[in-house]
């Protein structure tokens, strides 16, 4: 499910740049097979997976060859493609979690190669075509879903649950996702924070030039109502 939900993201991409079969196939490939290939490598147990089992490159193919021929720009296809991109999401992040703790890494490491499983693929396509990768901001919660799914796994894996892992973080990743791309949720943008400006109250020598201005604007007020009184005099003489 995972490889032709991705793939056919993948040839939808390729779509919209107008690209030949070569690259349809070509972005459905990375995209669906990417992470995956990305985790094993990493991982060094064998060969991937990607490359072994000739269902996860004909899946690919599938995808690739579906996406050239339907256009898949309609609202029901893209709907389609985005409840199948959240459905994929959970899947690829549980499968990553759950080999690599499988394998006998540690926590952190484990959730951080179910979020590589479950967004790097995306991201090859998207540098491949010369786009910054989605899941680097802008755009609604994805990579940050991966996490809570892959936790989820880890959790429910050391648990002796593997598979109910694998399910909780399909319906998690779905429904939050979704939910997401309803409401527009997003992780919060760059805070403008400038520590001179925020320091430069504690700055002795700024205290000190502070109270000098203080003081020439009270000497100034000072001499002009002096001025003032002093005319005011020569008038009623």
């Not at 290939?37 to 995808?63: K, Q, T």
């Not at 999401?89 to 979690?97: E, F, H, K, M």
């Not at 693929?121 to 786009?131: A, E, F, K, S, T």
């Not at 109250?201 to 002096?226: F, G, I, M, Q, T």
Request: glycine fraction near 14%; hydrophobic fraction near 50%; charged fraction near 15%.
């Amino acid at each position: 499910m995972g490889v032709v939900a991705n793939g056919l993201l993948g040839g939808a991409v390729a779509r919209s740049k107008r690209f030949d079969i070569v690259g349809f196939a070509t972005l459905a490939i990375i995209s669906g097979l990417g992470g995956g290939m990305i985790r094993d490598v990493l991982l060094g147990a064998g060969y991937p997976v990607a490359l072994v089992d000739p269902a996860y490159l004909s899946g690919a193919l599938i995808a690739a060859f579906v996406a050239y021929l339907i256009n898949l720009e309609g609202t029901w296809p893209r709907r389609a493609l985005a409840l199948a991109d959240v459905l994929a999401l959970g899947c690829w992040s549980a499968t990553g979690t759950i080999k690599a703790a499988s394998l006998g890494l540690q926590p952190v490491s484990s959730i951080m190669l179910g979020v590589i499983t479950a967004v790097g693929g995306g991201m090859l396509r998207d540098v491949l075509v010369g786009r910054t990768p989605a899941v680097f901001g802008g755009n609604t919660l994805y990579a940050s879903l991966a996490v809570v799914g892959s936790i989820e796994a880890l959790a429910l894996f050391h648990l002796g649950m593997a598979d109910d892992g694998m399910g909780v973080s399909i319906v998690t990743c779905a429904v939050l996702g979704l939910l997401a791309r309803r409401l527009g949720w997003m992780l919060p943008e760059p805070i403008d924070f400038n520590l001179r400006s925020a320091l430069k109250p504690l700055d002795p020598r700024a205290n000190v030039l502070r109270l000098k201005e203080r003081n020439d604007r009270r000497a100034n007020r000072n001499r002009e109502a002096s001025a003032a009184d002093a005319d005011g005099d020569q008038s009623g003489s």
